[in-house]
């Protein structure tokens, strides 16, 4: 099995949630043409010794960062995941400001290959903060260098049900793209 290629980034803002129970979003956005997003977890490592071995340990997941790439950010993108002031409707202006970027579930599609039949794996994380890497402009070359938007994630896990475990993130398999694209509409509730 290989991993070949990622589809569709999507985001919904956090309308509503109470510890307990299922988090409400709002209508989502394709954040733009996926490009990559790299994820790392931060997993505890913290055995407990007895008689000279390992007895037990704690490995959960405290929470996720990393970044994503698109090719492009949509419009809208950039108020509804980092929270920057935007005023005009024909002439848009963005003021960035030192407001906290809102909570947002954000997700994905990844392509898969194992002995040449493609599939899909749909990525939905419950709730995240996005902010902007960096700023970076160069001259055209000879060559082009393709720069490409870059957001920092971070992601925490939200208590969505009665279980008393915090959740971070679903993912589900899929035999086509458009299952798996129905799926994960459906929870950035984009129609």
Do not use: C
């Not at 980092?82 to 809102?102: E, F, M, R």
């Amino acid at each position: 099995m290989a991993y070949i290629g990622m589809r569709k980034p999507v985001a919904a803002p956090i309308t509503a949630h109470t510890d307990g129970s299922a988090i409400t979003y709002g209508t989502g956005l394709v954040i733009g043409p996926a490009v990559a997003a790299n994820l790392t977890f931060d997993v505890n490592d913290n055995p407990d010794y007895g008689d000279d071995i390992v007895i037990d340990n704690d490995n959960g997941v405290n929470g996720y960062s990393g970044t994503l790439e698109t090719n492009d950010l949509a419009e809208g993108a950039l108020d509804a995941l980092l929270g920057w002031d935007k005023t005009g409707t024909t002439a848009v202006t963005y003021t960035v400001t030192d407001d906290n970027a809102p909570y947002v579930g954000f997700g994905f599609i990844r392509v898969k290959l194992f002995h040449g039949v493609r599939s899909y794996e749909g990525y939905w994380f419950h709730k995240a903060q996005f902010s902007l890497a960096s700023l970076n402009a160069s001259t055209k070359q000879r060559q082009i260098d393709w720069n490409h938007p870059q957001l920092n994630v971070t992601g925490m896990g939200a208590y969505i049900d009665n279980t008393g475990k915090a959740k971070y993130f679903d993912f589900q398999a899929f035999e086509t793209e458009a299952a798996a694209t129905t799926w994960l509409n459906s929870h950035a509730n984009i129609s």
